[in-house]
């Protein structure tokens, strides 16, 4: 929609194939179904939140920034908020709001919009001979040849048009490519642009579940579910070096963790995680606000004012409902002893417990639970100031088909704005 929007006001005349039976489905599921527009943080922040390829989005991301998504959006008649951690929404917190304004504006735009129409394949004047072999040319076998001409003259492909998946051709002078990734499959995100990319030889590198929840081995995890912890510290180590450590929100699940915590955690580790198929242990610091000495001091002084208490009646002041049978088991200290009873040496073992409480994570939920797809079509065969193939003239990319992905919080629908924009003003110019 975003492509179609830009290449419609540079003066293209603009046609937008949707296999689904109306816009914008995956929008209306993001964030929640609120709709994460952006995020409204310091450039360098953006930059530092793109996991994949974040040199290639400098053109993108300069050029057409969040301050330019806020600015495009309230221009359209939405109003937009900033919320906690610089994210944007809509005021209304309706997704379909989004969708509404852009769907308005296509139609000002006279875009002409074909639902319930998927796309077979990409046509390019390297299919022609093949095409007319077959005894079926079309009435535009004229725009073939000087296409096939134009790849004999350049030593590129040319893009010609597009398939239906019902047989019908539709000539264009352009093509842009914005089908999204494999994630949340229900909403139409199949993998079409890949294979499509693909056949006209466009290297497509792996593809993985990225913001996506965690599975672990621990049992007791599993008996947490529901509990959200606020306000933690997790950290994922590969031996002594620290691939993660991020401040904020985790939430526990029947089959392991998630929440904002978690689905940027997972960014970064799901290619490790399905390559070298192997389990990394992560660290929750449950009190990181204090230092392991101010911790100890206050687990002493909880004890010396409940001496005659048994410890399981001592920690709901220190731990949520759900962690209270927990811990002692995890402590290794008996529930009901005194805490006047407990040793230093017990008291400093539950410290590091809270400091550290360790789970394994054994891998990722699959893709139907994935907010974006890591990997795609390479970023080293398309022109990063226009999202132009390099290998076939006329074909431009947009949006999560490419392999590039980022951090919660607006960031990856900021690429998908960024990327969109070039792609359509360069296609229509």
């Known amino acids: 929609m975003m492509a179609a929007i830009w290449a419609a006001r540079e003066g293209g005349e603009v046609s937008l194939y949707e296999k689904n039976e109306k816009l914008g489905k995956k929008l209306f599921i993001t964030g929640k179904g609120?709709?994460?527009l952006t995020n409204a943080c310091e450039t360098e922040e953006l930059f530092a939140s793109i996991v994949s390829n974040e040199k290639f989005l400098y053109?993108?991301?300069?050029?057409?920034?969040?301050?330019?998504t806020m600015q495009f959006f309230e221009q359209l008649g939405l109003p937009i908020k900033v919320e906690r951690g610089n994210r944007v929404f809509p005021v209304s917190d309706h997704s379909s709001d989004v969708i509404r304004v852009l769907e308005q504006e296509l139609k000002r735009l006279h875009v002409m919009v074909h639902l319930k129409t998927p796309v077979g394949r990409l046509l390019v004047s390297s299919d022609a001979e093949t095409d007319d072999a077959d005894g079926k040319r079309t009435a535009d076998e004229e725009m073939q040849h000087i296409n096939e001409k134009r790849t004999a003259r350049t030593g590129k492909q040319r893009i010609y048009g597009?398939?239906?998946?019902?047989?019908?051709?539709?000539?264009a002078d352009r093509v842009i490519l914005a089908t999204g990734g494999v994630s949340y499959p229900l909403t139409g995100s199949t993998g079409d642009g890949h294979r499509m990319a693909e056949r006209t030889g466009h290297p497509v590198?792996?593809?993985y579940p990225a913001l996506v929840p965690?599975?672990?081995?621990?049992?007791?995890c599993r008996r947490l579910q529901g509990l959200s912890l606020?306000?933690?510290r997790l950290t994922v180590r590969d031996g002594k070096k620290v691939l993660f450590q991020e401040f904020g929100e985790m939430l526990f699940t029947h089959y392991g963790v998630s929440g904002p915590l978690i689905l940027s955690a997972s960014s970064i580790l799901t290619k490790r995680l399905q390559e070298k198929d192997t389990c990394f242990v992560m660290e929750c610091d449950l009190k990181p606000a204090l230092s392991p000495e101010q911790l100890d001091k206050r687990l002493?002084?909880?004890?010396e004012e409940n001496r005659k208490k048994h410890f399981k009646n001592v920690i709901p002041a220190l731990f949520p409902a759900k962690l209270v049978p927990v811990m002692p088991e995890l402590s290794?200290?008996?529930g009901e002893l005194c805490a006047g009873e407990i040793s230093a040496k017990q008291r400093r073992a539950l410290g590091e417990l809270i400091k550290h409480l360790p789970m394994t994570i054994t891998g990722t939920r699959d893709f139907d639970e994935a907010i974006v797809t890591q990997g795609g079509v390479a970023v080293r065969a398309v022109n990063p100031s226009t999202m132009e193939s390099k290998l076939v003239e006329g074909l431009f990319f947009a949006g999560e088909l490419l392999d590039v992905d980022a951090l919660t919080g607006g960031f990856n629908l900021q690429i998908a704005w960024s990327t969109a924009y070039l792609a359509g003003n360069a296609a229509a110019q």
């Open 205 to 207: 590198t792996g593809l």
């Open 332 to 334: 290794g200290i008996d």
């Open 59 to 68: 053109s993108a991301l300069y050029s057409f920034g969040n301050d330019m």
């Open 162 to 171: 597009i398939q239906t998946q019902s047989g019908e051709k539709v000539m």
């Open 230 to 232: 606020r306000n933690v």
């Open 214 to 220: 965690f599975q672990v081995k621990e049992e007791w």
């Open 300 to 303: 002493l002084r909880e004890f």
């Open 34 to 36: 609120r709709c994460n």
